[in-house]
Nanobody, 119 residues
Framework: QVQLVESGGGLVQAGGSLQLSCAAS????????IGWHRQAPGKQRELIAT???????NYADSAKGRFTISRDNAQNTVYLQINSLKPEDTAVYYC?????????????WGQGTQVTVSS
């Protein structure tokens, strides 16, 4: 199993920045990629960015420019830097990990961290 814990959310004014953290534990060596997603009230969960074990990153078109995903392998932690925050960035931010075991593929999710941007 892989467990994920997000942190770093909070209340921030528009124009500010936040760095969210996603700490992985358990079978971390089996992780292929970790992604950040968000879900705003009344909306579907949407992908923001992913980072593979190789270090390769992918961003949703809407996330290019203000969002940066990075990782610290020694800490088994993936970060999401969000700059120039806007009220529409208000959402619960989740990370997920895609991992493998015994020929099967699995996905684990964290519990989410709330980001609220005031205007």
């Amino acid at each position: 199993q892989v467990q994920l814990v997000e942190s770093g959310g909070g209340l921030v004014q528009a124009g500010g920045s936040l760095q969210l953290s996603c700490a992985a534990s358990g079978r971390t060596a089996s992780i292929n990629a970790i992604g950040w997603h968000r879900q705003a009230p009344g909306k579907q969960r949407e992908l923001i960015a992913t980072i593979a074990t190789s270090g390769r990153t992918n961003y949703a078109d809407s996330a290019k420019g203000r969002f940066t995903i990075s990782r610290d392998n020694a800490q088994n932690t993936v970060y999401l830097q969000i700059n120039s925050l806007k009220p529409e960035d208000t959402a619960v931010y989740y990370c997920n990990a895609n991992w493998v075991r015994a020929g099967g593929s699995y996905t684990s999710w964290g519990q989410g961290t709330q980001v609220t941007v005031s205007s």
